[in-house]
């Protein structure tokens, strides 16, 4: 399996930032022979961005991301973005179910569920964010938190299509804190979430999923945090929105 690094620049960014972004990024990818065989480069710009920015990419293997989504496919939602235009402006990934939105826009398991199944079935791939709040983890309560995530979300998913899925761990205390779960927290909650996937899709199925770990991920924590046997790749907030740090979290990912 390849590690996958998403670059999320949650509401960052300007039409002259992509604009510097993408040379920056391409020349300092070209410094790493042969990256795209052990790596999969995903970027997460804001939506008014995508369009240029998959324009931008053409041609080379860098996927872009939305950084949430509706399940509806069309309609009276005034604000929204669906699926299929998404996949219109050549945008393959979407985050959905970050902490920032199920905390500030009350989304709940099931909404994000909906989400998860619009996005399988016209073959865009997402990536379901779960984590738990530091109370929740002080209370012992933070395998509950993320099974009930991870399970709620991915009711009525068919085997077949959660294996186009990708998990990422983000605990909500790591997020833009600069306290990142350590390498090995990390790796027993994503051991603990593939064992998830095993007892509910089979063993096939959970070994598919890319589970990444996301939280104040940076230059100098990426190599312990992409040692860990069951991290397969990294979600990067404020270190993505420069290619100076970005650049080295992909080095620290290559095989
Ligand atoms: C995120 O936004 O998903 C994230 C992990 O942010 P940061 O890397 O800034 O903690």
């Not at 002259?16 to 995903?42: C, I, Q």
């Not at 996301?214 to 924590?221: D, H, I, R």
Request: with cysteine.
């Amino acid at each position: 399996m390849k590690n996958w690094i998403v670059g999320n620049w949650k509401m960052n960014g300007s039409q002259d930032a992509v604009t510097d972004y993408v040379p920056a990024l391409l020349n300092g990818l070209a410094e790493f022979t042969g990256w795209e065989k052990s790596a999969r480069v995903v970027l997460c710009p804001p939506y008014p961005y995508l369009g240029m920015l998959a324009r931008a990419l053409i041609g080379y293997p860098i996927a872009v991301g939305a950084q949430n989504v509706s399940a509806q496919p069309q309609g009276a939602l005034t604000g929204e973005v669906s699926p299929h235009m998404l996949a219109d402006l050549g945008v393959t990934v979407c985050i959905i179910g970050h902490s920032e939105r199920r905390r500030q826009f009350a989304e709940s398991d099931d909404f994000i569920g909906e989400k998860l199944r619009a996005l399988l079935e016209i073959g865009l791939t997402p990536i379901l964010c779960v984590g738990e709040t530091l109370a929740e983890r002080d209370a012992a309560g933070h395998m509950d938190v993320v099974r009930r995530q991870v399970l709620r979300a991915t009711e009525d998913v068919s085997a077949e299509a959660l294996a186009r899925a990708i998990i990422a761990y983000e605990p909500v205390w790591a997020i833009g804190t600069g306290v990142n779960a350590t390498p090995e927290q990390a790796n027993e909650m994503h051991a603990f979430i593939r064992n998830l996937l095993d007892e509910r899709f089979g063993a096939e199925t959970a070994g598919r999923v890319p589970i990444l770990y996301g939280g104040s991920v940076n230059p100098a924590n990426a190599g312990a945090l992409m040692s860990q046997p069951e991290i397969n790749g990294t979600l990067v907030g404020g270190a993505s929105l420069k290619s100076e740090t970005f650049l080295p979290i992909i080095e620290h990912s290559l095989t």
